[in-house]
């Protein structure tokens, strides 16, 4: 099955630092959303974004679908930016949403 | 709309019992996940429903499992009997066109 990649594993910031996220998938995709797991658990959306780029207040994604990389930008970072952000993909001919291992992000005041 | 709805939110149970946990999916969505969430394997797909029909069941860990969908707006997974390796946060799903909207989970401890 399709593999989803996450890098780095794990990430410390200083409150206004920027950073960025990387996903990697094996096989051409037709779904691809950017989670972010809370310290309560909860999953949030962040992009639904299979192509193209897209920007959400400070945050923003792009996925270069033929190169088969997604990029979740993170601007000016709060304490609240903190928990994991997962990838996850559906691959074609399949609704099984993929999940990556996550980046854990820590941001500090 | 209030998003996918997941009953109990914790459920504290001794191995042998049955637990059932429930979900509410977002109204007008033809699609429902149920996925697991632990330290070692992540998050991991066990099962989902197109217009309440299982598709795909192949994440579904063995027999004392099973999910029922029996009609749009409810779905159930049940466990039986449960062990301490089910452990987990239990995850439903809901979407309609591509998107995947969570709910809350639900936190099973089986001692």
């Known amino acids: 099955g399709i593999q989803v990649e996450q890098s780095p594993p794990d990430l410390i910031l200083q409150e206004g630092a920027n950073s960025t996220l990387r996903c990697n998938f094996s096989d051409s995709v037709n779904n691809l959303q950017w989670f972010h797991q809370n310290p309560w658990g909860q999953l949030i959306n962040l992009f639904y974004i299979p192509s193209g780029t897209k920007q959400n207040g400070r945050l923003s994604a792009t996925t270069v679908a033929t190169e088969r990389y997604s990029l979740l930008y993170i601007s000016s970072s709060q304490t609240t930016d903190s928990g994991v952000y997962f990838c996850a993909v559906d691959g074609y001919n399949t609704d099984k949403l993929i999940f990556g291992t996550g980046t854990r992000l820590q941001v500090f005041p | 709309d209030a998003g996918v709805i997941q009953s109990p939110r914790h459920e504290v149970t001794e191995m042998g019992q049955e637990v059932t946990l429930r979900c509410k999916p977002i109204?007008?969505?033809?699609?429902l996940f149920w996925y697991r969430q632990t330290m070692m394997r992540g998050l991991e797909l066990l099962i989902y429903f197109n217009n309440n029909v299982p598709i795909d069941d192949s994440g579904m860990p063995e027999d004392r499992f099973s999910a029922k969908m029996p009609n749009a707006s409810f779905s159930t997974l049940k466990i039986q009997p449960s062990e301490p390796r089910d452990s987990a946060v239990y995850f439903c799903?809901?979407?309609?066109?591509?998107?995947?909207?969570f709910g809350p989970g639900t936190r099973l401890t089986v001692t």
């Open positions: 799903a809901s979407s309609r066109g591509g998107t995947r909207y």
């Open positions: 109204s007008g969505h033809d699609y």
